[in-house]
């Protein structure tokens, strides 16, 4: 008989080890690894934005978590750091999505807001990260959410 060989689980599966950055990104291209980067830079560009890392269960396993300095229970935007499909969450309110300007958005834009599962009267949003084109469009998106939090207050 031969004994099955594990194979171990890739940092961005295992939940009872917390991963460094370096090893969730490390399944990714150089484009890939180019384009998280510059969504990080991004993302905490904004005021009063800071990230952290964090287990969000499945199917989103480790993330990066974006919260706003002003609703730290709430997450302002996600980085999903799945190996086979990297990806931008943005939590939107109705309100949100009101303000947007839907006829200037590129139709896969538009579908991640249609097609977004509402929960709470929250839409959870969200897109396959793919070039940096597509990345400044959503950081526009970004920009609304954050003019209208600062608003807000």
């Known amino acids: ?52 890392l964090s287990w969000q269960g499945i199917p989103w396993r480790w993330t990066l978590v974006y919260r706003w300095k002003s609703e730290p229970d709430r997450a302002w935007a996600y980085v999903v750091l799945d190996p086979e499909r990297l990806r931008l969450a943005l939590p939107m309110t ?28 929250v839409h959870w949003a969200q897109w396959e990260l793919v070039n940096k084109p597509q990345l400044e469009e959503l950081m526009s998106i970004a920009r609304t959410k954050h003019e209208l939090l600062v608003a807000s207050l």
Do not use: C, H, Y
């Open 1 to 52: 008989m031969s004994s099955a060989t594990l194979k171990p689980r890739s940092a961005w599966n295992d939940r009872f080890r917390t991963p460094t950055l370096d090893d969730l990104l490390e399944p990714f291209n150089r484009q890939l690894t180019g384009l998280i980067d510059a969504t990080r830079e991004q993302l905490v560009e904004f005021p009063d934005v800071s990230e952290e």
């Open 94 to 121: 109705t309100e949100l999505i009101a303000k947007l300007p839907a006829k200037k958005l590129s139709r896969t834009t538009r579908d991640g807001i249609v097609q977004a599962s509402e929960v709470a009267g």
